[in-house]
């Protein structure tokens, strides 16, 4: 069940729902000199990938990036000038800027809309990932069954030890998009933050506190966040292929 026990399941708008792309924060796990939304992937900056993606993705009412108060570089990506992308100032953290995202929202959307929070980061997401998404409980996220042995160190101090090895057969990674009608994402959120901020890692981490159990959709391994500077060169190589093969695709139609 998605909901809380005494609560009715919320009613996902099958229409059409909007985005959420916060994209306010530094990355300064690159160690890059700007914003890691703004580094060079194929050509272009990383996040124009991402929203061309988001604009593809099949009953997109439209896109809330959240930026930084001095970002001089947004208003001069091409996806920036589609009429479905709207943005408002992000905050300091994650959280923050996803809520002042929603805020925008609520004054032009109904209650029960379907919101997808994504990460300005993982460019690659699938069609067929989307559509399972949109598919699943009106809470729900894509993510990846663990496939690596699981460890659980003794502490952060020093050098790591194994304090234990976790089942990973109920270990999953979490990725974006994450799903949640309007309202209800809203309201855990801003519960969430008051009552424990330290646990708000993701929107899937609020629903939980309230009391939800979103929907695990698995998502393709190519849905990976760029977080390190290696990173960026697998998703270069990744996307090359991936032109590659709609290259011979379009070749092989007509």
Known sequence: ??????????????????????????????????????????????????????????????????????????????????????TVTGGAERADSVLAALDFLSERAAPETSVLVHDAARPMVSRKDIESLLAAGATALLAQPASDTIKQSRDKSGEPTVEQTLPRDRIWLAQTPQKAPLAVLLNALKTGLAQAPETITDEASALELAGYHPQLVPACRSNFKITHPADLILAEALLQHRQTLEKLQSGTDT
């Open 1 to 86: 069940m998605n909901t809380p026990a005494n609560s009715p399941e919320p009613t996902p708008v099958a229409t059409s729902y909007w985005a959420i792309v916060p994209a306010a924060g530094s990355g300064k796990r690159m160690g890059a000199g700007k914003p890691k939304q703004y580094l060079p992937l194929a050509g272009k900056p990383l996040i124009a990938h991402t929203l061309e993606n988001i604009l593809q993705w099949p009953g997109l009412a439209g896109v809330i990036v959240a930026i930084a108060a001095d970002d001089s570089e947004f208003e001069h990506l091409a996806a920036a000038q589609d009429s479905r992308v709207h």
